[in-house]
């Protein structure tokens, strides 16, 4: 049995690896050429640790390979994983273009029976837009089987995640796809949750959903916090404690970002919204999350009254620890703000500096790139914590105050103990508690 993985991003190029290293057949392949080129030599195009070496490893031992050619990886597999892009529309919606065009491309290329796999994150009902646009396009009478199977991978640990699931959802309609997947994941027999496809497909969105709802949710009880004595970190490890709640995305801070909650939330009100169902629960958690940029900014501006030519050390950009991921970064809206208040910033973050230059290239007016967090912190009139990488928890703020025009640190994440920080001499404002 050969696996294709189509869209070798984030998602597809851990599923091509994770699957490969469970002793499959894989075929990569992307319409990024460039992907492709690097992933043959063993280079990972993102930032995932752990998944460079188990690339090399399995395109060394010859279970993996890649190609440019998506029409060959079609015709050459049994079964496809789809893990295209599907990104938000402006109304909110899922864009399912690139779903359509891979779809359309299995229908003109079909040349015995194939199991296509919805990986992708798509709204319910989208396995039978697949279906229909295959039995549209295709050109010879071969059978074929569409089954969902969501990916609940997070960036920055998404190899084990991977290898060690808390559950594979698996949608299906046919005995055949059935036993295919459960075959691709004979590995993991105990942790398979077998449902119809409508159900896996809203399996996802209803988890994201979810998750979201959680860190929003937490971050109103943190604004509650702030006008009263109460202090979010505790009122989150109290309300975790219960395992009814459990104690995981109860961090109060600048809200989600990243590629999958904003967009995740929105396709799921448009989805219910569409079937005219009344979404206001999920509205708010994202109305919840956009203010959280107007809290931190609100924040800087109560510490540093007038923000104009403030120089500002902008420390963490990724949307979250361990990955160069910006997409949707609450770093990307809090560094807008600040250009439009003629602040100078000077941006630092481990690993996703190369991506945020494509977003603010370096010549950007106010915008200055610094090659670690001291250097960032030097002659700085505030630090702004924006992600909570593990390198700042470790900082040494005994030499960042030396460095510093004014110690003042802003925390949005909540990364240091008050005390702790104020005993060495900073001025402190963090997020949800004193
Ligand atoms: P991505 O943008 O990193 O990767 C998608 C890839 O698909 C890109 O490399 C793109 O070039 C490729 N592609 C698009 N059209 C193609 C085509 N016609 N032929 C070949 N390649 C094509 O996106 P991602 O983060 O990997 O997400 C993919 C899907 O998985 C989305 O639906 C997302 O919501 C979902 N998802 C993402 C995560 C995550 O943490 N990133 C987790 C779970 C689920």
Known sequence: MKIGVIGTGYVGMVT????ADLGHNVIGTDKVTKKIEKASKGIVPIYEPGLGDLLKKNLKNGNLSFSPDLEETIRSSDVLFVCVNTPQRKDGSADMSFVEGVSRCIAENLNGYKLIVEKSTVPVRTSSWIKRTISLYKNKEYSFDVAS???FLREGSA???????DRIVIGVESEKARNILLKIYKKYKEKIHITNIDTAELIKHASNSFLAMKISFINLISDLCEKTDADVEFVAKGMGLDSRIGKQFLKAGLGYGGSCFPKDVRALVK??????IGMKLLKEVDRINLARIDMFINKIKEALWILKNKKLAVLGL???PRTDDIRNAPSLNIIERLLEE?????????EAIENTKTYFPEKTKGIHYAESALEALTNANAALFITEWEEFKKLDLYKAKQLMSNPIIIDGRNIFEPDKVRKLGFEYYSVGRK
């Open 159 to 165: 190899l084990s995640d991977f290898l060690n699931p």
């Open 271 to 276: 989805i219910g919204e569409d079937l005219g």
């Open 318 to 320: 990724s949307f979250k």
């Open 149 to 151: 199977n969501p990916e």
């Open 342 to 350: 003629e602040s100078q910033l000077i941006l630092y973050d481990p």
């Open 16 to 19: 091509a690896v994770g699957l």
